[in-house]
């Protein structure tokens, strides 16, 4: 058997488990989840290497109507790894009979010429309903045309990782053969900066509710190693904003007393120990910037292209 290599863009409505597929598959925290819909903004890269492959697999924004400059952008991003990739990777919430949103995305990828595997994910949530559950999937794929009808079905929990071993092989015995394309030990192409973002402000999304997450954007200013700080050990002193577009959200994110941010603040500072592994000094600030999301130059400043 030759080795294969290769990319696998992981397609899906928003909540799906696209990102904790990811991490469950790399075997570490390479992107951030959320009960919360749209978490993912950025397209991220995560490379998982076995004995017989390595798959390079792009986590995807998950794909919806646009509702403003930045949806049409997660939009776009998803549907241009689809034509880059040599396998898609359709995933859906198994524990939920098939939809519109995954009727819409299959429509999307079903005149393509990349071949697609179909994972039911979140198997440990399905009890004697599974049959009933697969059955609605395999008839949104055959109602969808010969080729889709076709697409191998493949059942998962991307939290626990039951049926990821095979749903691995499954994807890797569709890659061409080829070289390794990432050191074996490299394990994201993510920008140390962007990954640090993410985690405060998936910090930011697991302790404020609605009225604040898909405003916030996180801007990392300075990373510093300092070897001094910490008596002889290394210490990382990371510097970042957090962007609203409300002075009220503000508000609501520094909290009582700074109480609100001083939790985030700890959250993501623990995190980031992983990242480094080794103490880490993080200060947040907090700044308005009305409207951010709807100006395409701050958008590609804080790492969001329209590509
Ligand atoms: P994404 O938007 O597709 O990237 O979805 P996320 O990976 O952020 O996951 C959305 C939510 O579903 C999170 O609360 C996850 O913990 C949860 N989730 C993901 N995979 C599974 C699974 O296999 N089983 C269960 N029970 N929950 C899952
Ligand atoms: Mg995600």
Sequence with gaps: ??????????????????????????????????????????????????????????????????????????????????????????????????????????????????????????????????????????????????????????????????????????????????????PADVISDQPEQLLLAELIREQVLSHTREEVPHSVAVRIERIVEDEEAAGGRERTAVLATVLVERSSQKGILIGKGGQMLRAIGRGARLQMQKVFDGPVYLELFVKVVPNWRRHPGRLAELGYRGD
């Design 1 to 182: 058997m030759p080795f294969r290599s290769g990319f696998v863009a992981l397609i899906g409505r928003p909540n799906v488990g696209k990102s904790t597929l990811l991490n469950q598959l790399v075997g570490q925290k390479v992107a951030i989840t959320s009960p919360v819909a749209q978490t993912t903004r950025n397209r991220l890269r995560a490379i998982l290497t076995t004995p017989e492959a390595q798959l390079v697999l792009l986590d995807t924004p998950g794909i919806h109507k646009p509702h403003h400059l930045l949806g049409e952008r997660l939009v776009q991003s998803a549907r241009g790894a689809i034509g880059e990739v040599d396998v898609v990777l359709l995933l859906v919430d198994g524990s939920q009979p098939a939809g519109r949103g995954d009727a819409f995305i299959v429509e999307l990828l079903r005149h393509g010429r990349v071949p697609v595997h179909v994972a039911l994910n979140k198997s440990d949530r399905v009890g004697a309903d599974a049959e009933d559950l697969a059955a609605t999937y395999r008839e949104m794929l055959s109602a969808a045309g010969e080729r889709a009808g076709h697409w191998p079905l493949h059942r998962c929990s991307a939290l626990h990782g039951e049926g990821c071993t095979a749903l691995v092989q499954a994807l890797a015995a569709d890659l061409p053969p080829g070289p390794m394309l990432y």
